[in-house]
């Protein structure tokens, strides 16, 4: 009896299982956790979840390719991706139809767009904007008789525009071939001349004005009657 009581004295003093530690981990015996059970287990999941990682072979069943996709967040279809294209930027089946048979998930392809638009698209505006401004100055230089002219032309034009023109009417007549062509015509005074002490226009059509400047058909196809809108847009407003 004596022997028997001390040994449920000895039991009590051992700790009981904790609740959040499963039974098969958990040695009643001596009142620890199983090491061992754990370390096993712990291994056989990460065995499993990096076969599961793993982009399945191409002649693995359907139900496997499909866990490994729903897994990893990758759509059924290149199709099925539910891009939200950022501004200026449209969704390229193409480029989607790459991206699927890569593996990339759906946020992974959104964020190929948004990085599209936050690095790449900048730099081909850029170099569109580069290759137009160019060609304007070929345009500028035949028109005034060759490259040299132009440039004394040039430096004429920019004198008296800073001198006699507000900044933003400046800055919109110096981007296009018309524009440097309107203020040759003011300075030779062919056009009625804008001072820099006419009114500064209102912020609402000056901004939609500059707006208009970074429309495309405005950089970079040059559309005749859109230039036109924006040049016009800005003389009406010194004018009053």
Do not use: C
Not at 207 to 227: A, H
């Amino acid at each position: 009896m004596t022997e028997s009581l001390l040994e449920t004295a000895l039991d009590t003093d051992k700790p009981g299982r904790p609740a959040e530690i499963p039974e098969k981990f958990w040695d009643a015996e001596r009142g620890e956790l199983r090491v061992d059970a754990l370390v096993k287990s712990y291994r056989e999941l990460e065995r499993r979840m990096s076969q599961r990682a793993t982009r399945p072979a191409d002649d693995a069943d359907d139900e496997e390719k499909r866990r490994w996709r729903e897994m990893l967040d990758i759509p059924e279809s290149p199709d099925a991706y539910e891009v939200q294209a950022p501004e200026g930027l449209g969704i390229d089946p193409e480029v989607n139809a790459r991206l699927h048979q890569a593996g990339f998930s759906r946020a992974q392809t959104q964020l190929v767009y948004e990085l599209a638009a936050e690095r790449i698209l900048p730099l081909i505006v850029e170099a569109a904007q580069q290759y137009e401004a160019e060609r304007q100055v070929e345009r500028l230089s035949a028109h005034f008789g060759g490259e040299e002219r132009f440039r004394r032309t040039a430096r004429q034009l920019s004198t008296w525009g800073k001198q006699n023109l507000p900044a933003p009417v400046f800055e919109a007549l110096a981007t296009t071939f018309e524009g440097v062509l309107a203020m040759e015509r003011m300075m030779a005074g062919h056009e009625p001349a804008m001072t820099r002490d006419t009114d500064t226009p209102t912020a609402e059509s000056e901004d939609e004005l500059r707006k208009l400047m970074r429309d495309p058909r405005y950089w970079r196809s040059r559309e005749p009657d859109f230039v036109r809108r924006v040049t016009d847009g800005f003389r009406r407003i010194v004018g009053g």
